[in-house]
């Protein structure tokens, strides 16, 4: 059996200022994918068949970012490093790192179009 989640889209209204804010936090660089259907996809580095879920950030029209939808979660080494650059980049930290016990290590944030994210460690 496996994890229900396979692919996650974090939506944007400002892919420039929503890819900065991402490639700066996470300390990854994002890669253009076509979208067939008019938006605009960057996707988080990847590897097809390895675990866990693969995702993007998102510009379209049928779609817009805001608190209260899905809550995602990016996988990090230790999830304090991640969040001392959230304000630094534009973001708001809204929960420090914090223990959920024998599951690791979560810190949520407000991106730069306004979502919800959260980053989660074992660290």
């Known amino acids: 059996m ?8 974090i939506y944007v209204d400002d892919m420039e200022r929503a890819k900065a804010f991402y490639q700066a936090v ?6 253009n994918l076509p979208s067939p259907d008019g938006g605009e996809m960057w996707v988080f ?18 779609g817009s970012p805001g608190m209260g939808g899905t809550m995602v979660y990016i996988s990090c080494e230790d ?21 959920i016990g024998e599951f690791g290590y979560i810190a949520l944030f407000e991106d730069t179009e306004g979502n919800a994210v959260g980053l989660h460690s074992h660290k």
């Open 79 to 99: 999830c304090a490093v991640e969040a001392g650059r959230v304000a630094e980049n534009g973001g708001t930290l809204m929960q420090d790192k914090k223990s």
């Open 45 to 62: 580095p990847m590897e097809e068949g390895a675990a866990g879920a693969a995702g993007s950030l998102i510009k379209h029209p049928d």
């Open 26 to 31: 996470c300390g990854v660089e994002l890669m």
């Open 2 to 9: 496996a994890n229900p989640v396979n692919w996650f889209e």
